[in-house]
């Protein structure tokens, strides 16, 4: 690209990588496959170059490690690349392709991340994974204890009644055998709550002390585990030209089938950070929740009065704090209430 006598594509696995690189100059490709151990070495070599990556994983330390040997390095999002892989597949012709795509004046790219923002986003993806593991444990219990009868109300608050008549040997319903089977389920079920504590509040803390996550906290239905994965995921949002940009990016507007005059919308695009939509979309349900108590004049109550479907209204909200946190990060403002 201008700018640069060398553009390269790389593209990156565990322990072989390829480069396709074109002179802008001469127009001579070069093509080379390396090995781990071999790819900084080979860069060092090289005057400072434009690259492109696809994100994915590790593609956010290989960005900052050749970065630091003087190179400009864009990571691309894998679907953006794809529409430029030609017939068949293997590392060279997805190496080309990166180079197609970083070269297309259009494209969009993935601010790279620094190893302090990967760190705080491991914790919520370990955080996530637990909670996913006790999800099913509870779900084992459950089902078990109902095959003796026992049954308790919804809601993991009361999970707690089922583990006390698992744990009571002197409770004649469960037989001995399930009884040992299922002291192993709630065993478990203990660690797994221990272990999410800490991390919830390490989450705390990194929320306490990130300026930006103490004003995303601020709005309605965010939450400092929300507040924190925003701060982290999200590393600069002056990239998305609106709010509309930023709440597109996390999949919360609709699909468009438009065809000269006519134009139909769909559902959401579930495009983007499932993540960051899903904490987005938990804390409007518990808004929705808290509508039905509070009349106060809002989006939800609006909706609501208009019969509108619930999920409707939930992703509605949810589009709606999405772009309150494009400004409260973009322009650095502090939440103000209506």
């Known amino acids: 690209m201008q700018g640069y006598k060398l553009t390269i594509g790389l593209d990156i696995s565990k322990s072989v990588f390829q480069v396709h690189g074109v002179e802008s100059t001469t127009g001579e490709v070069i093509t080379k496959r390396l090995r781990r151990s071999k790819l900084l070495e080979f860069f060092e070599k090289l005057q400072p170059s434009l690259i ?18 003087g190179h400009e390095v864009k990571l691309l999002p894998p679907a953006y690349v ?26 969009r790219f993935v601010p790279v991340k620094t190893a302090e ?99 995303l906290a601020a709005i309605p239905g965010i939450g400092p585990v929300t507040a924190s994965a925003f701060a982290a995921s999200i590393a ?6 609106s709010a509309r940009h930023f709440a597109a990016f996390l999949g919360l507007t609709p699909k468009q089938n438009a065809s000269g005059l006519k134009n139909r919308n769909g559902r959401i695009s579930r495009m983007g950070n499932s993540y960051l939509r899903t904490l987005l979309v938990i804390g409007a349900t518990c808004m929705v929740r808290q509508a039905s108590r509070n009349k106060a004049p809002s989006l939800v109550t609006r909706l609501l009065a208009k019969n509108k479907p619930v999920r409707l209204v939930t992703v509605a909200q949810a589009n709606k704090m999405a772009r309150i946190v494009w400004v409260l990060m973009a322009r650095g403002e502090v939440y103000r209430p209506a």
């Open 236 to 241: 600069d949002a002056k990239v998305f030209k």
């Open 82 to 107: 794809k529409p430029y892989v030609k017939r068949g597949k293997n590392d060279a012709i997805d190496a080309e392709a990166i180079y197609e795509a970083l070269t297309r004046p259009t494209m």
């Open 52 to 69: 492109g990556i696809e994100a994915c994983a590790s593609s956010h330390h290989w960005a900052r490690a050749l970065k630091t040997l």
């Open 117 to 215: 923002q990967q760190g705080a986003l491991a914790v919520h993806k370990v955080r996530s994974q637990l909670v996913g593991e006790r999800t099913k444990l509870i779900n084992v219990l459950r089902a078990q204890m109902a095959e003796f009868g026992i049954v308790a109300p919804k809601g993991i608050w009361r999970i707690g009644e089922l583990k006390a008549i698992v744990n009571n040997d002197a409770d004649a319903r469960l037989p001995m055998m399930g009884r040992v089977a299922l002291k192993v389920v709630a065993a478990q079920l203990e660690v797994l709550e221990t272990q999410i504590g800490k991390l919830d509040r390490v989450i705390l803390d990194h929320c306490r002390n990130s300026e930006v996550s103490r004003r």
